[in-house]
């Protein structure tokens, strides 16, 4: 077994998935980058952060639900049931999930 490489960066991790059923195109890898810069942003923001175009923004949303979906049809995962999930804990998070919400409003 291959050990899991612990990465930030998006496409750094799509790249490790060598034999994986997942297929981006070259535009599906500039909006992973974006994401990653999100990320980047709001975990490591500097003075001279601005938010990004929101033509930018929706257009990287409708990316990762694309994704999302190519994802839960590879790991034959029923998208409903996810997002039952996704209300449940946001409606009525476990307790360990309330403390790291509470802890990244803080």
Request: glycine content about 0%.
């Amino acid at each position: 077994s291959e050990r899991i490489k612990k990465s930030h960066d998006l496409v750094e991790i799509y790249e490790s998935l060598v034999n994986s059923s997942l297929h981006l195109t070259d535009e599906d890898l500039v909006y992973l980058e974006l994401a990653t810069d999100y990320f980047k942003e709001d975990r490591y923001p500097n003075p001279y952060y601005s938010l990004p175009p929101k033509e930018e923004i929706e257009r990287v949303l409708e990316f990762t639900d694309k994704l999302f979906n190519q994802v839960c049809k590879i790991l034959e995962i029923d998208q409903e049931e996810i997002k039952k999930l996704t209300t449940m804990l946001n409606t009525n998070p476990p307790p360990f999930i309330k403390k790291i919400i509470e802890k990244k409003a803080a």
